[in-house]
């Protein structure tokens, strides 16, 4: 179990990136979902001991992690939002390499290390190949081989299907739920999918804050009889928004489908949808844009 207790970071340039975060987040599949800018890489850093936070306390089954930090990284995964650098080396030598930094000593260890690795994430066929010349899913599962060296048991995933096509994103994805039943795996998002059909919790994460917490089956079923529909045309958009709390639009056949939040029924031509997580996550965004004098009436 990893436990934030009141974690705040302000960068030096007084950019409140957490604001007083609490989280539990037990064994398995973890969704830290938000948009850009909610302060995830932020949370993401700091649980894996890059950063310190300026307040709170943070520890992994009993372990301080703040305390120490050297205990952790012994136990962690990550698998940064931004790699970095892709070398001219293959995937096996830099596996290799990647596994000495991580005190696997013995060549006989890492041999069988590295092979089983790049079996685990279907790179067994390119191993020899240069990791300059993968494709973005190839790369993501790298990134996930070298997460993995040390049988860690804590993993983090920061935005990692960003970018991916649809059958790398699904690769990845299973990859990762084949991973996370044992221990506990992070996985930071902006892509409602990627948590929906993976993390039975999650968090939603905005302007620092956590604004909601739990099973996402659970927030689906609180949001039941407030979510709401109708095809309008898109010339009446901008009425309907002044009118009602729109929560996402989407384009259909030439049409505009609303999604609005309301927890009374507003007739009007709408119709009750069993919401999705999708209706979860943006009806969230929209109570936290909503000003707070719209909240108090
Ligand atoms: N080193 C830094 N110095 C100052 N401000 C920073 C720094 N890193 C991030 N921030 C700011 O902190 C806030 C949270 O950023 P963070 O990168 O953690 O968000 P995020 O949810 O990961 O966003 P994204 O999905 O865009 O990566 C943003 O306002 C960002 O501009």
Redesign the pocket.
Known sequence: MLELQNVTHV?S?G?R?LDDVTLSIPKGMYGLL?P???????LMRTVATLQTPTSGSISFDGLDILDQPEELRKRLGYLP?DFGVYPRVSAYDMLDHMAVLKGVASSKDRKDTVETLLDQVNLWDVRKKAIAGFSGGMRQRFGIAQALIGNPDLIIVD?PTAGLDPEERNRFLNLLAEIGENVVVILST?IVEDVADLCPRMAVIVEGSIKLEGAPKELIERSRGSIWAKTIARAELDAYREKYEVISTRLFAGNTIVHIQSDKDPTDGFAAVDGGLEDVYFSTLSATRRPVSAEAA
């Open positions: 960068y340039n950019t990136a938000g850009n800018g909610a302060g995830k890489s932020t939002q935005e902006h």
